[in-house]
T-cell receptor, first 114, second 113 residues
């Protein structure tokens, strides 16, 4: 079975500060890993994905994540937070096979203050 | 051109009613899903269909019945609605091997009163 743990249900940063959202996964097979963002009252938008290619993955809006197999982690970072980054962030894992579901973590709310 | 579209966006209904939510994707994906997002924002898989075949059927009350008339459509029918069914329901789709990720619709906010 696969699972995802997001450490910290709420992260607050100042504008311009580093953003670090933590995600650890559990998987019996090589995982496919994803970060999604959800703005208030909207759907889920894919930020970036790891599908067994490069371990450092760059996504949209200046975000990136690094897959570390030894630590079973896939933390999301952004060097400088912007007010528009305030949203809910979800880490998710999949086996990558046809029909297999995306399993989500419980989400982390990112607040950005000026 | 919306990739995954759901209708309606909002649905307010009384307990005991039957309602349907429709989902269509124009991405040519072969797998579609229904997710439920509860009041704490937790996203849980309900069903998945691959080429019109039911693949995942999580522990969901049998009042919920998915129907996939073709690869591009996955509808969700809910009988005898209960207060606890209030949530946001998301439809999603993916291609085999999910290399491109999962694409989500904008959600249907269901409120049962």
């Amino acid at each position: 079975a696969q699972s995802v743990t997001q450490l910290g249900s709420h992260v607050s940063v100042s504008e311009g500060a580093l953003v670090l959202l933590r995600c650890n996964y559990s998987s019996s097979v090589p995982p496919y890993l994803f970060w999604y963002v959800q703005y208030p009252n909207q759907g889920l938008q894919l930020l970036l994905k790891y599908t067994s290619a490069a371990t450092l993955v760059k996504g949209i809006n200046g975000f990136e994540a690094e897959f570390k197999k030894s630590e079973t982690s896939f933390h999301l970072t952004k060097p400088s937070a912007h007010m528009s980054d305030a949203a809910e962030y979800f880490c998710a894992v999949s086996q990558g096979q046809a029909g297999t579901a995306l399993i989500f973590g419980k989400g982390t709310t990112l607040s950005v203050s000026s | 051109d919306t990739a995954v579209s759901q209708t309606p966006k909002y649905l307010v209904t009384q307990m005991g009613n039957d309602k349907s939510i429709k989902c269509e994707q124009n991405l040519g994906h072969d797998t579609m899903y229904w997710y439920k997002q509860d009041s704490k924002k937790f996203l849980k898989i309900m069903f998945s269909y691959n080429n019109k075949e039911l693949i995942i059927n999580e522990t969901v009350p049998n009042r919920f019945s998915p129907k996939s008339p073709d690869k591009a459509h996955l509808n969700l029918h809910i009988n005898s609605l209960e207060l606890g069914d209030s949530a946001v329901y998301f439809c999603a789709s993916s291609q085999e091997k999910v290399m491109g990720g999962y694409t989500f619709g904008s959600g249907t906010r269901l409120t049962v009163v």
